[in-house]
């Protein structure tokens, strides 16, 4: 009787997202994401554990992979060496990607919504000439230099500086949490450029080389986040770049960078989906097959089932809201205010999520082969990454404060 209840009317189990994504999207995309997904399955679902145990980074043979498949430059037009798509196609990587492991997807998907997207955003003709190809092909990546040892939150206000000097700039300084350092040709820096001008209009980007005299890189260590990929601490020891590293205007700097943010938001949401994902199949599966009490499975028990569906109604409702605001963004409507609310919003309810889903599972989930530890661990990262949750709060609440009186009368 009981077995009959855990029955699956569709045959063997399918990734429950799959089911509502092929609701919210046409049949070349769901063609695109299942392609992705089969790539995730056989190149990184295989190998996550040995990466993790060998304490390795993405390894160059998947990077190489990813790049000939084109998930480097997805949202890149063609004659620049991308695939001509658009955001969504990033967003449906990340969910393809990391539903085995988020941070063998934030390496593409930083590269493009970090490292390419300012160029595309504020390059002039020369510098896209010289980098964009080589970008959207995975050849090489950027790193986005926005925060520092001492400034995370309060990026407005860098410690990092930049002069003029005789043909170009110095700056001094040092970047830290830089993703996909390791790989990476140009690092772009937001540094202080005019201490006494006005707030969000004090501060320059520099595309700066990596191999610059005076750049020094190095991993940081002991990250118990997003193992497989690279974080580096960036320093610049008075490194003079020349006229041409400046990146759009002077004083333009912050703009770039939080207009960036905008779409590398609505990225780190599709990880924390991709996770949410990952733990529901998981759940769905093991709570059939674990037996207890009178050898029945343990997912008979009310409140296993209550947490497998509140992952369940979450996924749905998360996945649509997100799918919603990735076409707002493509269509340059999204909201700054938007995109800080779906990441808000995905994170903390896939991370509160995923603790009771190991709950459910009990000791077993303590192990890294049943792999939802690592999707517990990187879900942090989507809480504090690309803005602390508990800061972008103050910036999405700003609409809500507004004076209301003449509609409350
Ligand atoms: C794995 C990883 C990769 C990253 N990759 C990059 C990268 O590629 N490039 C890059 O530039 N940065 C990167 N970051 C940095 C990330 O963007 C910062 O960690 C984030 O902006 C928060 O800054 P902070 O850690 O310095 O926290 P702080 O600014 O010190 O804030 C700490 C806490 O204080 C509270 N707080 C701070 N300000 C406010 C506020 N205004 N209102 C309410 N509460 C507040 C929040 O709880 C916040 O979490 C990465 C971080 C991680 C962990």
């Given at each position: 009787?009981?077995?009959?209840?855990?029955?699956?009317?569709?045959?063997?189990?399918?990734?429950?997202?799959?089911?509502?994504?092929?609701?919210?999207?046409?049949?070349?995309?769901?063609?695109?994401?299942?392609?992705?997904?089969?790539?995730?399955?056989?190149?990184?679902?295989?190998?996550?554990?040995?990466?993790?145990?060998?304490?390795?980074?993405?390894?160059?043979?998947?990077?190489?992979?990813?790049?000939?498949?084109?998930?480097?430059?997805?949202?890149?037009?063609?004659?620049?060496?991308?695939?001509?798509?658009?955001?969504?196609?990033?967003?449906?990587?990340?969910?393809?990607?990391?539903?085995?492991?988020?941070?063998?997807?934030?390496?593409?998907?930083?590269?493009?919504?970090?490292?390419?997207?300012?160029?595309?955003?504020?390059?002039?003709?020369?510098?896209?000439?010289?980098?964009?190809?080589?970008?959207?092909?995975?050849?090489?990546?950027?790193?986005?230099?926005?925060?520092?040892?001492?400034?995370?939150?309060?990026?407005?206000?860098?410690?990092?500086?930049?002069?003029?000097?005789?043909?170009?700039?110095?700056?001094?300084?040092?970047?830290?949490?830089?993703?996909?350092a390791?790989?990476?040709?140009?690092?772009?820096?937001?540094?202080?450029?005019?201490?006494?001008?006005?707030?969000?209009?004090?501060?320059?980007?520099?595309?700066?080389?990596m191999?610059?005299?005076?750049v020094h890189y190095q991993?940081?260590?002991?990250?118990?986040?997003?193992?497989?990929?690279?974080?580096g601490s960036i320093?610049?020891?008075?490194?003079?770049?020349?006229?041409?590293?400046?990146?759009?205007?002077?004083?333009?700097?912050?703009?770039?960078?939080?207009?960036?943010?905008?779409?590398?938001?609505?990225?780190?949401?599709?990880?924390?989906?991709?996770?949410?994902?990952?733990?529901?199949?998981?759940?769905?599966?093991?709570?059939?097959?674990?037996?207890?009490?009178?050898?029945?499975?343990?997912?008979?028990?009310?409140?296993?089932?209550?947490?497998?569906?509140?992952?369940?109604?979450?996924?749905?409702?998360?996945?649509?809201?997100?799918?919603?605001?990735?076409?707002?963004?493509?269509?340059?409507?999204?909201?700054?205010?938007?995109?800080?609310?779906?990441?808000?919003?995905?994170?903390?309810?896939?991370?509160?999520?995923?603790?009771?889903?190991?709950?459910?599972?009990?000791?077993?989930?303590?192990?890294?082969?049943?792999?939802?530890?690592?999707?517990?661990?990187?879900?942090?990262?989507?809480?504090?990454?690309?803005?602390?949750?508990?800061?972008?709060?103050?910036?999405?609440?700003?609409?809500?404060?507004?004076?209301?009186?003449?509609?409350?009368?």
């Open positions: 009787m009981i077995g009959a209840i855990f029955q699956q009317p569709e045959g063997p189990m399918s990734r429950r997202i799959d089911t509502y994504l092929q609701d919210l999207i046409d049949e070349d995309r769901m063609d695109f994401y299942q392609a992705v997904c089969d790539f995730s399955d056989r190149e990184i679902g295989t190998q996550v554990l040995q990466w993790e145990r060998e304490h390795q980074l993405v390894p160059d043979d998947c990077i190489r992979k990813m790049a000939e498949l084109g998930l480097f430059g997805l949202p890149v037009p063609e004659e620049h060496g991308g695939q001509g798509g658009d955001h969504l196609d990033l967003i449906l990587m990340g969910l393809a990607l990391a539903y085995h492991c988020p941070s063998a997807a934030i390496t593409p998907g930083a590269a493009y919504s970090l490292g390419i997207k300012p160029l595309m955003l504020a390059g002039n003709e020369a510098q896209k000439a010289a980098h964009l190809e080589d970008l959207a092909e995975g050849r090489r990546m950027f790193v986005f230099g926005l925060s520092e040892p001492a400034r995370g939150s309060d990026a407005a206000n860098p410690e990092v500086t930049a002069s003029r000097v005789e043909g170009g700039f110095q700056i001094r300084g040092e970047k830290c949490w830089s993703t996909n390791h790989w990476s040709s140009h690092v772009v820096v937001h540094a202080l450029t005019d201490p006494d001008a006005p707030n969000g209009k004090r501060s320059t980007c520099f595309l700066v080389p191999d610059a005299e005076g991993e940081m260590r002991g990250k118990e986040v997003w193992k497989q990929s690279s974080t320093v610049f020891d008075n490194v003079v770049v020349s006229e041409d590293c400046l990146l759009g205007e002077w004083n333009g700097g912050f703009k770039i960078m939080v207009t960036t943010l905008n779409g590398g938001r609505l990225f780190i949401a599709s990880l924390a989906l991709a996770s949410l994902a990952f733990a529901l199949d998981k759940c769905r599966a093991y709570v059939q097959e674990r037996m207890a009490f009178g050898n029945l499975p343990i997912g008979r028990f009310q409140r296993v089932q209550d947490v497998i569906l509140d992952m369940d109604i979450a996924l749905e409702r998360n996945l649509a809201w997100l799918i919603q605001l990735t076409q707002r963004y493509v269509a340059g409507k999204l909201s700054r205010e938007q995109a800080a609310k779906v990441k808000i919003d995905c994170s903390r309810v896939a991370s509160r999520l995923l603790l009771e889903a190991m709950e459910i599972c009990g000791g077993v989930a303590c192990l890294d082969e049943f792999g939802l530890i690592r999707h517990h661990l990187d879900l942090f990262v989507t809480r504090v990454g690309e803005g602390s949750n508990f800061a972008l709060k103050t910036l999405a609440c700003r609409p809500l404060l507004h004076d209301i009186r003449g509609v409350l009368q």
